[in-house]
C-alpha cells in the first residue's frame, strides 16, 4: 500500500501518469494498474484524466494531506532508525567485481554512514533477492521484478591476459588454436562448460587450474601458471603496472553489461542511500580507462 501512494503522490507531482512513470523508473502500464488498484482499495477516483493532465478530485485532494503526512511519517521512521541502530546491507556479486568496483569506495560511504555494516554474502541468485536474504547484488544479468530496482552501472570488455614470465617462457600465443598449446585457467562461474568463444570459432579447454571464485583465477595468472579470460577493469591495476599483458586474440562476445539490482526502499533507506551512491560513482567513472 504505501509503495501505491507514493506513486499517487508522483503522478500529482509531476501532473501527468508518463512523467511520473518515467521518474519512479516504472512502465505506464504498470503505475495506471497501481493507481485504479488504490483507487479500487479506497472506493473512489483520486483523478481526473485526460490525454495530457491529470487532476485531482475532490476526495483525491483530502487523500493526499493524509498521503503526504503519512509519507513524511513512514520516512522519519526509518531517518530515526538509521540514526539510533546499526544497519546491516547484504551485498552479492562476483568477487572480482566487489573488489575493484564497491570496495574501492566503501570508505567514502562510511564517512557519511558510519552506523552501516556491509556483509557480503556467497547467495548469487535473483530468489535471494526477491525474498530477503540479500538487499543488493551486482549482476551480469537484469532482474525484472516489481521490488526490485535494476539499474544499469558500467560496461566491461573481456579480453585474455596472461603474465610476462608466463609468456616468456611458453611464447605468446596468436589465434585461438595456439591456445590448446597453453595453459588455460578458468573461471567455473563464468565458464561452466569450460568452452571459450572467439570470432570465428570455439574451444572446449582442459583447464590446468579451476576455481568458482575469480580472484583465485587472477591471482593464478599473476603466479605465471597460465592464462585466464576475464574483464579488463578487474585486472586493470595489474596490466597498468606490467604484472599481467592483454593477448591479442579477439573473443566473441567482448563486453558485458553490469547491473546493481536492489531491493526498493523509500528514499533515506539505507539501502537506497548505497545504491544511489554507487550510480554515481558509476556515472564518473563512464570511460573504461577511469576505472584504473
Not at 509531476?14 to 503505475?31: E, I, T, Y
Not at 475532490?58 to 520516512?75: D, H, I, S, W
Not at 547484488?137 to 603474465?163: G, I, W
Amino acid at each position: 500500500m504505501i509503495d501505491a501512494i507514493r506513486y499517487f503522490k508522483e503522478v500529482v507531482v509531476q501532473g501527468n501518469f508518463v512523467r511520473a512513470a518515467w521518474a519512479l523508473k516504472l512502465s505506464p502500464p504498470v503505475l495506471t494498474k497501481q493507481i485504479k488498484k488504490l483507487e479500487a482499495e479506497l472506493g473512489y477516483a483520486l483523478f481526473y484524466r485526460s490525454t495530457r493532465k491529470v487532476t485531482l478530485t475532490p476526495k483525491g485532494q483530502l487523500f493526499l494531506q493524509e498521503a503526504e503526512v503519512l509519507l513524511r511519517t513512514y520516512q522519519q521512521l526509518f531517518k530515526l532508525a538509521g540514526q539510533q541502530e546499526l544497519s546491516n546491507i547484504r551485498i552479492s556479486g562476483q568477487p572480482a567485481l566487489l573488489k575493484f568496483f564497491v570496495l574501492r569506495f566503501l570508505s567514502e560511504f562510511y564517512h557519511t554512514h558510519p552506523n552501516v555494516n556491509i556483509e557480503f554474502v556467497l547467495e548469487f541468485s535473483p530468489f535471494a533477492l526477491i525474498d530477503g536474504t540479500i538487499d543488493m547484488m551486482l549482476a551480469n544479468f537484469c532482474v525484472k521484478q516489481p521490488n526490485l530496482l535494476p539499474t544499469k552501472l558500467f560496461t566491461t570488455h573481456r579480453h585474455l591476459f596472461a603474465s610476462p614470465s608466463y609468456l616468456s617462457q611458453r611464447g605468446v600465443p596468436k589465434s585461438p588454436k595456439d591456445l590448446l598449446q597453453h595453459d588455460c585457467l578458468f573461471n567455473t562461474h563464468l565458464h561452466p562448460d569450460k568452452k571459450w568463444c572467439f570470432a570465428d570459432t570455439e574451444l572446449t579447454l582442459i583447464p590446468k587450474l579451476s576455481s568458482f571464485e575469480g580472484t583465485v583465477i587472477v591471482k593464478a595468472a599473476l603466479e605465471g601458471l597460465g592464462i585466464i579470460n576475464v574483464p579488463e577493469e578487474v585486472v586493470l591495476e595489474y596490466v597498468t603496472a606490467g604484472q599481467l599483458v592483454r593477448l591479442d586474440i579477439p573473443l566473441k562476445t567482448e563486453t558485458a553489461d553490469v547491473y546493481l539490482i536492489y531491493t526498493k526502499h523509500p528514499k533515506g533507506h539505507v539501502v537506497r542511500n548505497l545504491a544511489e551512491f554507487l550510480e554515481q560513482k558509476a556515472q564518473s567513472l563512464a570511460a573504461p580507462h577511469k576505472f584504473g
